[in-house]
């Protein structure tokens, strides 16, 4: 069977372990807060079809 990147990272999440940093997340919250978060769009943007392409098997 062959799992997908994004199906492996998931798989290895479920086992007990947080999914996410806790402590990234309230950094990042602090920041957004003190309005000093910045989004770079081209690598979200690079990450949803990196994703997209490990869903599809392509």
């Not at 994004?6 to 372990?17: D, K, N, Q, Y």
């Not at 807060?33 to 990196?50: I, P, Q, T």
Request: no cysteine; glycine share 6%; hydrophobic share 40%.
């Amino acid at each position: 069977m062959h799992l997908s990147k994004l199906s492996s990272r998931l798989a290895g999440t479920s086992a007990g372990e947080a999914p996410v940093n806790l402590e990234h997340v309230e950094r990042i919250k602090t920041a957004i807060r003190n309005g000093e978060f910045h989004v770079n769009a081209e690598a979200v943007a690079d990450k949803m079809l990196e994703i997209e392409r490990d869903t599809l098997g392509r």
